[in-house]
């Protein structure tokens, strides 16, 4: 074993990079008994978290059963490489005693997420320190965005230049054909200030523009250079087509006409200033290239040229050379300068609202992290919040972001100076998530030199233990041929050298399947006319399902069968596309057609979902005839009735009165005492009113759903309008995920693929571009130290093929390097993904320019000698090998509970808690009159008109005063009470309404009044009697009614209201 003390481990798909970092971190933990304290194991999600953790546990308990023999002998052969041995019986004790106190001291089992650690230095360093020692960690940076957002729209009356800004990036949005929602357009766009890139340079950015007057004097600076250019080409131009137009000259007398002209060039300057082409330079040579051979003004278009205009034109182009690259710098500045005040705006706000607040966000713990430890003894910070780690292990770590490494480097420079081991492991090819700031070139060559080239070996792991013999040596040559290709089409080596050790070594040896099949245009989709677009994808999910049926029929079970797809929406189409054809009466009773995806299983596209949401619309507004009729659309999809066949009738009279016979009455009848319910107890019982919960289909989502409001209830507001407004922004997000082992093709995409494997793959759509799509551009932070902008810091500029003319071309070439190994990258990763089988859909294109991925496989079959070997022109077919089943095909699908209903109840009937707990052991019949008495009186002092009384008896119910039982009888007589003929006055809308009253007596004394109402200087005195009539009632009121008028009112009328009688007797002062 070297005795060098950091280890990079170069891998490749399928090559056992898990179980590599699995094997060292039991090398190391086996030494001591509780040595596995001292190790710290990263990588990027919390999946892979918990299948590290679980496969370090299941090692250790297979080595103490004398279990995994093979992985046993590894180990111990390298800690005796190292000095330490092991006999079986103590190998086999010491794995027992580590596993036993990892189990029992499981807090100390450092295995988690970099953001994990990041975040629990960070709340030990405040606590130590007393930083921050009531801040808030937030991890929804979107939570934290949409607030700014607003509090950037609401500045928006006062602040002319923000709202010049928000109306130039709302027309931009506009013109380019998207979403005219400003607020989710600005919260999609403001995410810009998260990325890591931007956070490198945020401080340099915002001192840059604090002065209010820098965008104001930059785009002066700016137009002023561009209208000086403007005006001189122009000018020039306009004088030139004047002279032609003097000699009534038109296109057709210049060569090459309307397609290249000295005439169209000169001409079209007007729309786009640009430098000529290869036509108009030979114009610049040779005045026998200004004419058209069969004009009749040929001889003075030859003429005039050779003495005037070519000297001219000679001037006009060296002009647009020597300037244009000025110009165009600055004309790409003002087109993006509204997006670079957006977002400082909103990066200042940002940081406004979370120094209020008290907030930060886990996003910006490596920030924060470096800049603590700048000019620090970063160790010592690091052994202030407790982490004594000695050795680290980090997985993924193509993944990594410069920020991440920067604070991990000290740590694993700490341990190397104290001679600890520490790994790195990760696969360049399989670096896909840029856009979350990994950075592949820490791990190609930066790792390396941070750390100390002496101190560092670097492993390779070259075989493929997932993937078939013919699945391996297809993907061996293709992207050897691929990285090629992509190298000479971007102008560099790095995608060569990325994959310079993609070829691998072959452990199965079986043979397996590959089979890439691409379609000619001419090959059209059901949907398509002739003549009409060639559409590819249509295309391709028609051969779908025979597909499917095919592979079943040679013994290949669904569960055995993903769909690999480039984005959710191809994952929608695909499942879409299987359920439409499992309906339709092509389908064969021999085979399945079931498909399982996140998008297929949304929350928000499922029926009872739909039912329970537009009912809470409706609840929050009664108005919504909207939500009111798709209500009693989607409910009638569950329970449909004769009333309403027809499910378009339900929209045009959803008005009407008919809507109460589409949808439940119990429903239609409590809209008011519904809408008072608490979020939680409201859902609950809405599923209960609907009766959702005896639908067996729709009971997975039913769970998920409930889940949602009780995760937005304790981490939120539990009031229905803000779960509806935030339901409309996160409900996209939310699915159920699909337990392992079902019997049903899986769809996914690419990205979630990563670290997975199937049987057989399928991927059906190998048509993503290759560069950014126009509508997906990023934004690339710019600066130069041109005479224009220097001193001005950096520039947001969105990524496009115009900024090749620009100071800024290196930003560009950069990120077109990037963004083609990236999707480079993403092929890598969806064709390793197979086990057995690789089954591939592609466009055949006609243009010759690399423009998607599946050109860039059509080009390395062309140029790789074996890959050419295997195809078939007139099929456009590459296949090997022969379709079979995998060795686990014969395991039966893992059991589970099937629920058939989903039993729910209101909550009051589950559990009720009485406020009156003294009273509850006095529980005697004199008691129970006492108590029904104050109840009574309580409950009419809260009811106005016959209208509140549900909501009174309701909220009763919720607070405690009432039990379910009791509440009927109080109701009756409060309903009798409002009802009286006699009593109405007592009722009346536009009196004035006392209850509970107290009259204060000349001798200090206090009475009390239930119920007066005082209207035109009249009063009506009503007074309740829950017990037998007794002498003294009558003399009460009386009392009452002296009082009133000693108070001036001349016209008073008493009523005794007695209940348990249901009697009214008036009574006169």
């Known amino acids: 074993m070297t005795d060098k003390t950091f280890h990079i481990y170069r891998s490749s798909a399928g090559s056992g990079k898990t179980r590599t970092l699995a094997k060292e971190y039991l090398k190391l933990a086996l030494r001591f008994p509780e040595y596995f304290r001292y190790i710290l194991a990263m990588t990027f999600t919390n999946k892979s978290t918990q299948e590290m953790k679980d496969r370090i546990i299941r090692y250790l308990d297979d080595f103490g059963h004398d279990r995994s023999q093979d992985l046993a002998a590894e180990i111990r052969q390298e800690i005796a490489a190292d000095g330490k041995t092991f006999t079986d019986s103590e190998f086999r004790d010491r794995s027992r005693q580590v596993l036993s106190l990892i189990l029992h001291q499981y807090s100390q089992f450092a295995v988690s997420t970099i953001d994990a650690f990041f975040q629990r230095v960070i709340r030990a360093f405040t606590r130590e320190t007393g930083l921050l020692g009531n801040f808030r960690l937030e991890v929804d940076n979107d939570l934290v965005l949409e607030e700014v957002i607003d509090r950037v729209l609401d500045k928006l009356t006062d602040d002319d230049e923000l709202r010049g800004w928000v109306l130039e990036f709302s027309l931009e949005r506009l013109e380019e054909g998207r979403d005219w929602d400003i607020r989710s357009a600005l919260l999609e766009f403001s995410r810009e200030i998260f990325r890591e890139e931007f956070k490198t340079i945020e401080e340099e950015v915002l001192q840059a523009t604090e002065d209010k007057r820098f965008f104001k004097d930059l785009k002066q600076s700016l137009q002023k250079e561009v209208k000086q250019f403007e005006q001189h080409v122009l000018g020039e131009a306009r004088a030139l087509l004047q002279e032609f137009q003097s000699l009534q000259l038109v296109v057709a007398d210049f060569k090459w006409g309307a397609s290249g002209s000295v005439y169209t060039y000169i001409a079209g300057l007007e729309a786009e200033i640009k430098p000529p082409g290869s036509r108009v330079r030979d114009a610049l040579l040779s005045s026998a290239a200004w004419p058209a051979p069969k004009s009749a003004s040929k001889d003075v278009i030859t003429a005039r040229a050779e003495q005037v205009w070519m000297p001219r034109l000679q001037a006009l182009v060296e002009h647009i050379e020597q300037e244009s690259v000025a110009y165009f710098s600055a004309e790409q500045v003002l087109r993006n300068l509204h997006a670079f005040g957006l977002l400082s705006d909103i990066s200042k706000t940002l940081r406004e609202y979370l120094r209020e607040n008290n907030v930060m966000l886990l996003s910006d713990a490596p920030q924060f992290l470096q800049g603590v430890m700048q000019g620090q003894d970063t160790s010592f910070v690091y052994e202030k919040v407790g982490s004594f780690f000695r050795h680290f292990l980090v997985d993924e770590f193509q993944d990594t972001s410069g920020l991440q490494w920067s604070n991990v480097l000290p ?27 990994g950075d592949l070139s820490i791990l190609q060559e930066r790792a390396r030199e941070d750390v100390g080239v002496l101190v560092t070996d670097i492993y390779q792991l070259d075989t493929n ?178 009333a309403f066949p027809n499910h378009h009738r339900l929209f045009s009279e959803s008005k009407t009165k008919a809507f109460a016979t589409q949808v439940p009455a119990a429903f239609a009848q409590q809209q008011d005492v519904l809408a008072a319910l608490p979020l939680v107890e409201l859902v609950e019982t809405l599923i209960h009113i609907f009766n959702l919960g005896k639908l067996p289909t729709e009971i997975a989502y039913l769970q998920g759903f409930q889940d949602v409001i009780l995760e937005f209830a304790e981490r939120e507001k539990n009031d229905l309008a803000s779960f509806l407004e935030w339901w409309n922004e996160n409900k996209w997000k939310k699915s159920i995920q699909v337990a392992g082992g079902v019997d049903a093709a899986q769809i996914i995409t690419i990205h979630k693929s990563k670290g997975l494997q199937f049987a057989y793959v399928i991927i059906p759509f190998l048509d993503w571009e290759l560069n950014h799509p126009p509508m997906k551009s990023p934004i690339l932070w710019c600066r130069s130290d041109d005479a224009a902008f220097r ?99 014969n395991v039966t699908p893992e059991g589970g509970v099937m629920l058939r209903s989903y039993p729910v109840s209101p909550w009051r009937e589950r559990l009720a808690v009485r406020t009156d707990g003294k009273e509850f052991f006095e529980e005697t019949e004199k008691r129970r009159k006492i108590n029904y008495g104050i109840f009574l009186h309580t409950l009419m002092s809260r009811v106005r008109t016959a209208a509140d009384i549900p909501l009174v008896t309701d909220q009763a119910l919720r607070e405690g005063l009432l039990a379910k039982e009791e509440l009927a009888p109080v109701a009756e007589s409060m309903r009798w009470i409002v009802s009286s003929p006699v009593l109405q006055p007592a009722f009346a809308v536009d009196a004035i309404l006392k209850t509970e009253a107290a009259l204060i007596m000349p001798d200090g004394s206090e009475r009390r009044i239930d119920r007066v109402t005082l209207q035109d200087n009249r009063a009506f005195v009503v007074d309740y009697k829950t017990g037998k009539p007794k002498e003294d009632d009558r003399r009460q009121v009386q009392e009452y009614l002296r009082i009133l008028q000693a108070m001036g009112v001349e016209d008073t009328r008493g009523f005794l209201v007695y209940v348990h009688e249901k009697r009214c007797e008036e009574v006169h002062a």
């Open 411 to 437: 740590l694993v420079r700490n341990g190397i100076a104290q001679n600890y081991r520490s790994l790195l492991v990760g696969d360049i090819k399989q670096s896909i998530y840029r856009w979350r700031g």
């Open 791 to 889: 001193g001005a810091g950096y520039f947001p500029l969105k990524y496009s093929s115009k900024l090749e003319n620009t100071v800024f071309k290196e930003y560009y070439t950069e990120e077109r390097k990037r963004i083609y190994l990236d999707n480079l990258n993403l092929l890598y990763v969806a064709f390793t993904r197979a086990e057995e089988g690789l089954i591939v859909h592609a466009p055949l294109t006609k243009s010759s320019n690399l423009t998607n991925v599946g050109r860039l496989t059509k080009l390395a079959i062309e140029q790789s000698e074996y890959l050419s070997g295997l195809w078939t022109e007139e099929t456009l077919t590459l296949q090997v090998g022969a379709i079979t089943p995998p060795p686990s095909t």
């Open 465 to 642: 233990y997932r993937s078939a013999t013919n699945i391996v040596e297809v993907n061996n040559a293709l992207f050897d041929a691929s990285a090629a290709i992509v190298s000479r089409e971007t102008g560099t080596a790095f995608p060569q050298q990325a994959y310079i050790d993609a070829a691998q070594k072959i452990f199965r040896q079986h043979p397996g399947y590959v089979n890439i099949r691409f379609f000619r245009p001419e090959e059209k989709g059901p949907d398509e006319e002739a003549g009409g677009r060639f559409d590819f994808q249509s295309v391709s999910l028609e051969q779908l399902p025979r597909l499917v049926e095919d592979l079943q029929g040679r013994g290949i079970a669904l569960r055995d069968i993903a769909f690999l797809v480039r984005d959710n929406s191809e994952g929608q189409a695909i499942a879409q596309h299987f359920m439409q054809y499992r309906a339709s009466s092509q389908a064969k009773s021999t085979c399945k057609y079931d498909v399982v995806s996140n998008e297929s299983l949304r929350l928000d596209q499922a029926t009872c979902v739909l039912v329970l949401i537009n009912a809470l619309r409706l609840l929050d507004n009664p108005k919504n005839q909207i939500a009111r009729a798709q209500l009693a659309f989607e409910y009638q999809k569950l329970w449909p009735t004769q």
